[in-house]
C-alpha cells in the first residue's frame, strides 16, 4: 500500500555539481558574459490620476501616439489645461504628459480620463498625432 503524501525521491538530486549552486564563483547565474534578458513590454496607454492632475503614460512609439490622442481629448472636451509638464515613462520607451484642473474631484479625472481613453479608439490618427509623439520621444530620448 503506498503512503500518503509521499512523493517520489531522486537517487541523485539535479544539479548536484556545486558550480551550478547559486553564488558559487562559476555559477552560470553569475556570468557576466550572458545575454542581458530584458522582458518586453506590453504597448499600453495607462494613467496615474491625482488630486488636480492626470499623467498619460505610454510605453512605446505607438502608445505615446495614442497618449497624444488622450492628451487631447482630455484638453478639448474637457476643457483641462496642460500642465506642461513632460517626463519619461516608468516602463518602456514611452512618455508621460499632464493635464491639470484644480477643481475636478479625483472621482471625476478618473472618469474623465476613462472616457478620453475610449473615444481614443473612435479619433483617427492623424499624421499631427504621430509627429507630436515623435517630438515628445526625442526630447526625452533622442534620435
Known amino acids: 500500500m503506498a503512503q500518503r503524501h509521499s512523493s517520489p525521491t531522486l537517487s ?8 551550478f ?21 506590453r504597448s499600453t496607454v495607462s494613467a496615474t490620476v491625482s488630486k488636480g492632475l492626470i499623467w498619460v503614460n505610454s510605453t ?4 505615446s501616439v495614442r497618449a497624444v490622442k488622450v ?13 506642461l509638464i513632460l517626463e519619461e ?5 514611452g512618455v508621460s ?3 491639470c484642473d484644480r477643481v475636478a474631484t479625483v472621482k471625476q479625472m478618473r472618469e474623465d480620463y476613462a472616457y478620453a481613453k475610449k473615444e481614443e479608439r473612435n479619433v483617427e490618427t492623424t499624421a499631427k498625432h504621430q509627429a507630436r509623439a515623435k517630438d515628445l520621444l526625442t526630447i526625452l530620448y533622442g534620435q
Request: hydrophobic residues 30%; proline residues 4%.
Open 12 to 19: 541523485k538530486p539535479m544539479f548536484s555539481d556545486q558550480r
Open 21 to 41: 549552486a547559486a553564488g558559487h564563483e562559476s555559477s552560470p547565474k553569475n556570468d557576466i558574459s550572458c545575454w542581458v534578458v530584458e522582458r518586453a513590454v
Open 60 to 63: 512605446d512609439f505607438n502608445s
Open 71 to 83: 492628451h487631447e481629448i482630455l484638453l478639448k472636451e474637457f476643457g483641462y489645461t496642460d500642465s
Open 89 to 93: 515613462s516608468q516602463k518602456g520607451k
Open 97 to 99: 504628459i499632464s493635464v
